[in-house]
């Protein structure tokens, strides 16, 4: 089947410009998670969905950054007034479930903020 | 709170030279430990999830393995084809600094295999 889809693939985006960054996770999956990952670096978490609930964005970097999944299924994080240390990989992954579900991982949108 | 450290940084075989990575991990209760390869420009993709001390699971060449304290990748004689970043991630139990759903991971360790 589909596998999750992050579209777009590449942004540059101008320094203070607002950007929307689209994840349409596997079909049925419940949970839904975006990840930040700098060069070199491994994923860091930013935020977690439940269905339509935003149950943790304690991994957020600022109030510039927003998730929404308002229909439990596809989810935008939106980052508003870009700064260059925005520049980086955001992974968008899902799982069946909750608890010990396997995280299966998007493409990821890479942003490169000028 | 969560921590995974891996190593070496980078490391590189020739084809058919078999090898470990390793994944040191500090999590207060471990609800599983998982091992995902990264080609460059894509996502992590999925290989193992293991779940307690003493086990092991296998798929082609790899071999994941798992005590208390670290998990190991082992590559019985690797091709190019292997060549790629290897993360290693934790999910704890909630309430221990951790979380029971979202993954800490290590940075990674880049195998280069040359033919």
């Known amino acids: 089947g589909a596998g999750v889809s992050q579209s777009p693939r590449y942004k540059v985006a101008k320094r203070g410009q607002d950007v929307a960054l689209r994840c349409d996770p596997i079909?049925?999956?419940?949970?839904l998670f975006w990840y930040q990952q700098a060069l070199g670096q491994g994923p860091e978490f930013l935020t977690y969905f439940q269905n339509e609930a935003q149950l943790d964005k304690s991994g957020l970097p600022s109030d510039r950054f927003f998730a929404e999944r308002p229909e439990g299924s596809v989810s935008t994080l939106k980052i508003q007034r870009t700064q260059q240390e925005d520049s980086a990989v955001y992974l968008c992954a899902s799982s069946r479930g909750t608890v010990q579900e396997t995280q299966y991982f998007g493409p990821g949108t890479r942003l490169l903020v000028l | 709170e969560d921590q995974v450290t891996q190593s070496p940084e980078a490391l590189r075989l020739q084809e058919g030279e078999s090898s470990s990575l390793n994944c040191s991990y500090t999590?207060?209760?471990?609800?599983?430990l998982f091992w995902y390869r990264q080609d460059p420009g894509k996502g992590p993709e999925f290989l193992f999830t293991?779940?307690?001390a003493g086990e092991e699971k296998e798929k082609e060449r790899l071999k994941a393995t798992l005590t208390k304290k670290e998990s190991f990748l082992h590559i019985t004689a690797p091709k190019p084809e292997d060549s790629a970043t290897y993360l290693c991630?934790?999910?704890?139990?909630?309430?221990?600094?951790?979380?029971?759903?979202?993954?800490?991971f290590g940075k990674g360790t880049l195998l280069t295999v040359n033919p």
């Open positions: 999590v207060s209760g471990l609800r599983g």
């Open positions: 079909s049925g999956h419940v949970s």
């Open positions: 991630a934790v999910k704890g139990f909630e309430g221990s600094g951790g979380s029971n759903y979202k993954l800490t």
């Open positions: 293991l779940y307690s």
